[in-house]
């Protein structure tokens, strides 16, 4: 998964995060285990071009999984998340499929279709 810049790893979209993000304007991010939160608001205020009001950090414990068809389990890395808080009518924008990607993609869907 491409990076955003070398602070900021990924947006972070579910559902909680996009309630948060409608009615309370605060965005989720992954970010690197070093960060801070000087760094984190000065890399989103410079990136998307936004104020930032408030950041909290919180570090993620990684979880147990386990090996496929043995009794081992591995633990993944703990992470970093960042829930960013913007000035009052400003916004982050995703990029959003156009109307072409998604004719492109129907038409690929139904030459599969055809061909199966």
């Known amino acids: 998964m491409p990076k955003i810049n070398e602070i900021l790893e990924r947006l972070i979209t579910t559902e909680k995060t996009t309630k948060a993000k409608e009615s309370q304007n605060k965005y989720t991010f992954r970010v690197k285990n070093d960060a801070s939160q000087g760094l984190v608001a000065a890399e989103v205020a410079r990136t998307y071009k936004v104020e930032v009001v408030n950041v909290n950090l919180m ?26 808080e913007l000035k009052e009518g400003q916004k982050i924008v995703v990029a959003k499929a156009t109307e ?17």
């Not at 139904?110 to 061909?115: C, P, Q, V, Y």
């Open 100 to 116: 072409e990607d998604k004719d492109k993609d129907k038409k690929k869907k139904e030459s599969n279709d055809k061909k199966l």
């Open 59 to 84: 570090v993620i414990p990684g979880k147990k999984r386990r090996l496929s068809k043995t009794n081992r389990f591995i633990r993944l890395p703990k992470w970093k998340k960042a829930i960013v």
